[in-house]
């Protein structure tokens, strides 16, 4: 059963989330609950209870009975990506299924997808391909597939900053989203599926790249300070 959130664990859990996507708690940091109840000018409790709420998101995890931030390792990526394929498969089939999109589905799907297309940086390119993929799955219209896509959306989000350390990726991933697109407004099932797979699948090998590839870490430690500053304009 979900935990409730009242307002002071939502805001709790918002604050922690937001830094630690935005690597200002970059992985393996650990995380004071004392500390943190100082910052946000509120009991401990509340704390806690979003740490709870990260734990089970994947975001932090207990070691040595201290809550860290989680790291990034291949392993992880992978095993994210593999997920993800499954969960886009059985949203496909699921909306397949039924037959064509609907009107306002097609209209939806659209928008974003012109807006992933048209995207000029890093901060739209990922926002829009977050929502593109997410729109997939709700439109399948299963709670059951939904609630684990979320929890996917928040642990691969900090992977698709590693993409930034290899610009050329971002061109091959506008291909796929094309095909994957394209398929499902014509409704064809396989190749709908055969493109989700080739994404998944190419999106996990560029992140072991990076991850793999000492070479990259100085670009990538640059490209997190660019973030930051970014971020906070």
């Not at 009991?43 to 734990?55: D, H, I, N, Y």
Request: charged share 25%; hydrophobic share 40%.
């Amino acid at each position: 059963m979900a935990r409730k959130k009242g307002p002071h664990v939502q805001h709790a859990y918002q604050y922690i989330k937001d830094k630690i996507l935005t690597f200002e708690f970059c992985p393996g940091t650990v995380l004071s609950d004392n500390m943190l109840s100082q910052q946000l000018s509120m009991s401990r409790s509340p704390v806690r209870e979003a740490f709870m709420l990260l734990l089970a998101d994947g975001l932090l995890e207990m070691k040595n009975s201290r809550v860290q931030v989680s790291p990034i390792t291949v392993e992880d990526i992978v095993e994210i990506c593999e997920v993800r394929i499954s969960i886009s498969n059985a949203a496909v089939n699921s909306i397949m299924n039924r037959g064509m999109l609907m009107r306002s589905e097609k209209e939806r799907i659209t928008d974003l997808y012109k807006k992933l297309s048209q995207a000029d940086d890093l901060f739209q390119s990922y926002k829009y391909d977050d929502l593109f993929h997410a729109a997939i799955i709700e439109m399948a219209g299963n709670r059951r597939l939904l609630e684990i896509s979320e929890r996917m959306r928040l642990q691969i989000a900090r992977a698709r900053w590693l993409n930034s350390v290899l610009p050329e990726r971002r061109a091959e991933a506008n291909k796929e989203h094309a095909a994957i697109y394209n398929a499902l407004i014509n409704g064809n099932r396989e190749a709908c599926i055969e493109a989700i797979n080739t994404h998944f699948k190419n999106s996990a090998e560029n992140y072991a790249r990076v991850l793999q590839n000492p070479r990259f870490t100085p670009q990538f430690k640059l490209a997190l300070v660019s973030m930051s500053i970014n971020g906070e304009q």
